[in-house]
């Protein structure tokens, strides 16, 4: 009966920490095929229109791919975006487009202030 109480003992806390660890390992495989997504649909995107916008890539609650475009209003190649981003991630993905919020506006580029310096040197 003692050998069984070791052995339990022994048995319980290894099985617990290689359980830990696999699923550890199963969330990390998960979390590499989304940025893997995110990646190639970006790619696509950037490779057909240009940098034009970086999707956010995740998976929905039923397995089925979501990826979230936010694009400017009234940019001419939106629908292209979509094709583009429904044929990377399957015909069961979920496309959703969010309007880009323009930046303030610039009046003109104020130049960083620059130091300069003379050419004498400090002396002690």
Do not use: Y
């Amino acid at each position: 009966m003692v050998a069984l109480d070791i052995v339990v003992v022994l048995v319980i806390p290894v099985a617990a920490v290689v359980g830990l660890l696999k699923l550890v390992d199963a969330l990390e495989r998960r979390r590499v095929e989304v940025v893997s997504r995110q990646i190639a649909v970006t790619d696509a995107i950037h490779g057909a229109i240009g940098p034009v916008v970086a999707p956010f890539v995740r998976r929905g609650r039923h397995g089925a791919w979501i990826a979230i475009l936010a694009v400017p209003p009234g940019h001419p190649q939106t629908g292209l975006m979509v094709e583009i981003a429904q044929a990377e991630l399957g015909p069961a993905s979920e496309i959703v487009l969010v309007a880009q919020e323009p930046g303030p506006a610039r009046q003109g580029r104020t130049p960083a202030p620059t130091l300069r310096l003379s050419g004498a040197r400090a002396s002690r």
